[in-house]
């Protein structure tokens, strides 16, 4: 399967997977930005995507940012659709308590190509019986083997 990316800028860096078999392929950053503590900021990437049919990208932090500076991408995983072909941006969020500052050609998150099913949407009076019914929020407890009855 085939990813088409076109460069923006001459400077872009297109997606690079760090390791055969890695699920992610890294993003880079076009721009330079100071990304103070508690702000978010849309980092341009400098490419446009073609993606394979029936597909969709997923945007996905970088666990080394997220661990080692709390940045993390907002809308996560935010998803880019087949037939968008604009300028692929990156929220960045920083729940650090210190200024981050992003570098041109650092990386910033990482792309998941994945299928994707389309459904017919179709409006029913009623839905089947499950065991689970309608627990959820914290239904099922914290702990193994633990079932609290509660939920939102």
Do not use: W
């Amino acid at each position: 399967m085939i990813l088409k990316v076109k460069k923006l800028t001459e400077n872009a860096i297109l997606p690079q997977y760090a390791h055969p078999g890695d699920a992610g392929a890294d993003l880079f950053s076009n721009v330079n930005l100071e990304l103070e503590s508690g702000a978010s900021v849309m980092v341009k990437t400098g490419i446009a995507l073609e993606l394979p049919p029936s597909t969709e990208a997923q945007v996905r932090p970088r666990s080394g940012l997220a661990a080692k500076n709390q940045i993390t991408v907002l809308n996560t995983p935010g998803t880019i659709d087949e037939g968008y072909r604009g300028e692929v941006c990156v929220i960045l969020i920083n729940h650090g308590k210190e200024k981050f500052i992003i570098e041109k050609g650092m990386k910033i998150a990482q792309i998941v190509v994945k299928p994707v099913i389309t459904v017919e949407v179709e409006e029913v009076e009623e839905l089947s019986d499950t065991s689970r019914g309608e627990g959820g929020f914290g239904s099922t407890g914290t702990h193994a083997d633990t079932h609290a009855n509660d939920s939102f």
